[in-house]
């Protein structure tokens, strides 16, 4: 781990890429602004947006707009994507990353590109960032223009997607078998979460395909060499997660129906029950507040049997209901 002090504020990592020796070298922390920059090469500088230097450092850029530094230093929540003088900035929608583990909570990855560098900014650790950073450890020669290392993020990002489906699909199952079983459990708490993730992930990933495609109609003299080709491969990859993520959410809705459903005709069952012993015990609590009551002349008030008699009315009033609940079809 580089322990060095940092020169560069806000700095997470950065790239140096020389696409005519297919060479990616990862600069230190004690790179400055002039180590960036060589010629016939790119740069890819990820900060963090927890530094209040960073907008000051930005400035020093150059070949930043004021539209892209505002790009990479605004705090929305919804993504965005600029074409704009050759330039390519906005917001994209990511997944947090945690230190022990992956998380499915939602960041933004805010970036600006240009075909000399691609800068991107961040408050919390990213899922397909991290991801895409090991890949270009791995193969540093296979990136040649900023458009590709754009391009590895959305990629990215897309299977971080099919990532969180499959793990959510599997959710789904184990709470569909016990929706499904004989034994009646709520699993409205459990099937909520899952439900609120797949509607904001949809929500946000539709956005980014309705932006990526107004972005490749950008007429050709304002779009970055390149962008063109990867906006049509990258809509194409989004489409096909969206699609999953759509049934995933169709499902969902479903199974919260269904759960409903049991709910509803267990609830109307108890009603049923509760109903049946009303009307059982309705005719016997007729007759013991006739007996109950304070006046004169009470049958069998005098007499020796006078209790027997009226345990006998009580077991005659229970059978008559029961009859009558037989011949109008309740019973």
């Known amino acids: ?22 060479t990616a070298v990862r600069l230190n922390n004690s790179a400055t602004v002039v180590d960036l920059t060589a010629d016939n090469c790119f740069y890819w500088l990820h900060l963090n947006l927890v530094d209040a230097r960073v907008p000051a450092l930005l400035d020093t850029l150059t070949g930043l707009t004021e539209d892209a530094k505002s790009a990479l230093t605004t705090r929305d929540t919804h993504a965005t994507i600029t074409v704009d003088e050759q330039m390519l900035y906005g ?28 800068i991107t900014t961040r408050l919390q650790p990213l899922r397909s960032v991290e991801r895409a950073r090991t890949l270009i450890d791995k193969n540093p020669g296979k990136f040649s223009r900023p ?17 969180i489906v499959i793990e959510l699909t599997d959710e789904l199952n184990l709470i569909e078998d016990f929706v499904y079983d004989n034994a ?29 495609r107004r972005a490749s109609a950008t007429d050709e003299d304002e779009m970055p060499f390149g962008f063109d080709d990867v906006a049509r491969r990258l809509t194409s990859r989004l489409e096909t997660v ?9 499902r969902a809705r479903l199974l919260h129906e269904e759960i409903d459903s049991k709910q509803s005709s267990e609830t109307n069952r108890h009603l049923y029950l509760l109903s049946i012993m009303t009307a059982f015990l309705l005719p016997p609590t007729l007759v013991t507040g006739f007996f109950g009551m304070n006046t004169a002349n009470l049958p069998f008030a005098v007499g020796e049997y006078g209790t027997e008699y009226a345990v006998a009315l009580i077991v005659a009033s229970i059978a008559f209901a029961w009859w009558l609940l037989r011949r109008v079809d309740i019973l």
């Not at 458009?147 to 990532?163: K, S, Y």
């Not at 969206?242 to 169709?250: E, K, P, R, S, V």
């Open 242 to 250: 969206d699609h999953d993520i759509y049934a995933l959410q169709d």
């Open 1 to 22: 781990m580089d322990t060095l002090p940092v020169n560069i504020p806000g700095f997470v990592w950065a790239y140096r890429f020389s696409p005519g020796e297919k």
């Open 91 to 118: 917001t994209l929608v990511d997944c947090q990353r945690d230190f022990a583990e992956d998380t499915n909570n939602l960041g933004w990855l805010h970036f600006a590109m240009s075909d000399r560098f691609i």
């Open 147 to 163: 458009v590709d290392l754009f391009e590895l993020l959305v990629i990215e990002f897309q299977r971080t997607l099919i990532a």
């Open 184 to 212: 009646p459990r709520d699993e409205r708490r459990r099937l909520a979460p899952v439900r609120r993730t797949v509607v904001r992930l949809h929500r946000h990933l539709r956005t980014v395909l309705a932006l990526m």
